[in-house]
């Protein structure tokens, strides 16, 4: 990597500053790296932090570290899940499941993955080096904007943002605040119990003690213990209380405890992700509670996002306008996510016996099945606002037998029947006879996508086609 040598006085302004480098941050500064972007990127802390913090992304984002060029080392690090999430309650009846598969999605990959954060960040740090234009500046804490030269300054700088501050953007309140105890224990792979564990992710919907149990990878468990009236904060996070509480599955004699913390889960978002140069990602503009593992997922999405339409500003005399898309795009999306996570944290924090019996009544019938959503994109960069336009398009394998992203690389995209591509004058990426069963599910013979994947216009005939490739807001490749 770069190191973590400062800029001096004669270094020329760079395309792009990145304040932190956690995930979001790293994997946009390889997104930026890959396009051939001027990145310097910051963080105050010298070295990845050791203890684990988020543990679940889904394929989505694998599939935008493929696009990043790392999926392959991410997933030899990492674990798909086959057998999913439940929320049961402690009877053992089963209220949800949320559906896992070791096998490709629609996205190319195994759509739910757990991991290890310090690995995840090391890996994304690592990639980092194979770019002479990023450079990565440790121990480096930042107290105002007005320290980076660069043409624009990306806050991934996380929930007290130093950028967010500087933007004066508006906090959202989506109605969540609950403290819970997170328990990060290293199980013994040999003791009876631990291989008792259930395989999947479990909602324990227990009104006198809701708690979560994560199966991550490897030999980590993760217990989610919501704090209820008149717990010590500062005593529930000491081995004798918390032990106890979890004594149904696992004791002392079982695992030995990696890391606990009290946090408060959160739903927020800001309005205002961009003033001027200065722009937001990841937990800087949004916090996401954990029920559905989607907290860094947003952040990531953020990423891959921003990351074109910087590329397309700064090297392809994009207009600076198409940054405005980016909060108009994304916001309803992560908006859609941290909603629904709120939902699914209803139905574990139900204690009181009114929203039991309610919660209950509507899981009557039996259990709800259930994927993670795709929600289409707010308005933004796409010819119109009807679905299928904004929806991410699915990731085939091509004849040649490489994943379809890996055939177009950093650009737009045209997919649709031969015969409408045939002769078509374009420097996007033309793949005729490609996602010809997702079009005509949506009445259409051609799909034009952006570098990001998601669908930026149909077509049903060639002047449609043609219109859109003559619409797009820059030159394709």
Not at 43 to 54: I, Q, S
Not at 265 to 270: A, D, I, R
Not at 283 to 307: E, K
Request: with cysteine; aromatic share 6%; glycine share 10%.
């Amino acid at each position: 990597m770069g190191g973590t040598q400062l800029l001096s006085a004669d270094v020329a302004p760079t395309d792009v500053a990145i304040v932190g480098c956690g995930p979001v941050g790293a994997l946009l500064a390889n997104l930026l790296g890959q396009a051939g972007l001027s990145v310097d990127i910051y963080d105050r802390e010298r070295e990845v932090y050791a203890l684990p913090r988020a543990v679940h992304f889904d394929g989505e984002v694998m599939r935008i570290f493929q696009s990043a060029g790392l999926a392959d080392r991410i997933a030899a690090a990492t674990r798909p899940s086959p057998h999913g999430a439940r929320y049961e309650e402690p009877s053992g009846r089963t209220l949800m499941i949320r559906r896992g598969s070791d096998q490709p999605g629609p996205n190319g990959w195994s759509g739910s993955w757990y991991f290890h954060q310090p690995v995840l960040e090391t890996i994304l740090r690592e990639g980092l080096g194979r770019f002479d234009h990023v450079r990565v500046h440790l121990g480096r804490d930042l107290t105002s904007v007005d320290e980076l030269s660069a043409r624009f300054v990306v806050g991934c700088d996380g929930a007290r943002s130093l950028v967010r501050a500087a933007i004066g953007s508006r906090q959202v309140d989506l109605g969540l605040h609950q403290l819970w105890l997170v328990v990060d224990v290293l199980t013994d792979p040999e003791s009876s119990r631990t291989r008792a564990l259930p395989p999947y992710s479990l909602q324990f919907c227990d009104p006198a003690r809701p708690m979560t149990l994560v199966n991550v990878n490897g030999d980590r468990r993760r217990w989610e213990i919501m704090l209820m009236p008149g717990d010590d904060p500062a005593r529930l996070i000491e081995p004798d209380v918390f032990w106890p509480m979890i004594a149904r599955w696992l004791g002392p004699g079982d695992a030995r405890i990696e890391r606990s913390a009290v946090y408060t889960f959160h739903s927020l978002v800001q309005e205002g992700w961009r003033k001027g140069r200065l722009l937001l990602a990841g937990d800087a503009c949004h916090q996401t509670p954990p029920f559905l593992g989607q907290g860094m997922c947003t952040g990531m999405r953020d990423a891959a996002n921003l990351a074109w339409k910087l590329a397309a500003v700064v090297k392809d005399d994009a207009p600076d306008s198409l940054l405005d898309t980016y909060e108009s795009e994304r916001l309803p999306h992560a908006r859609a996510f941290i909603e629904l996570a709120v939902r699914l944290g209803s139905v574990i924090q139900a204690t009181d016996p009114a929203e039991i019996a309610a919660r209950n009544a509507r899981f009557a019938e039996g259990s709800t099945i259930f994927d993670f959503p795709q929600p289409q994109l707010g308005p933004g960069c796409g010819l119109g606002v009807e679905p299928p336009v904004g929806a991410l398009f699915p990731q085939p394998r091509l004849a040649d037998g490489r994943l379809m992203d890996e055939a177009i690389g950093q650009h737009f995209a045209v997919v649709g029947e031969a015969a409408l591509l045939e002769s078509v004058r374009s420097e996007a990426v033309l793949l005729p006879g490609v996602g010809l069963d997702w079009l005509a599910q949506h009445g259409s013979r051609a799909a034009i996508l952006r570098p990001d994947r998601y669908v930026y216009a149909i077509a049903r005939d060639r002047a449609e086609l043609d219109a859109g490739l003559a619409a797009l807001p820059i030159r394709p490749a």
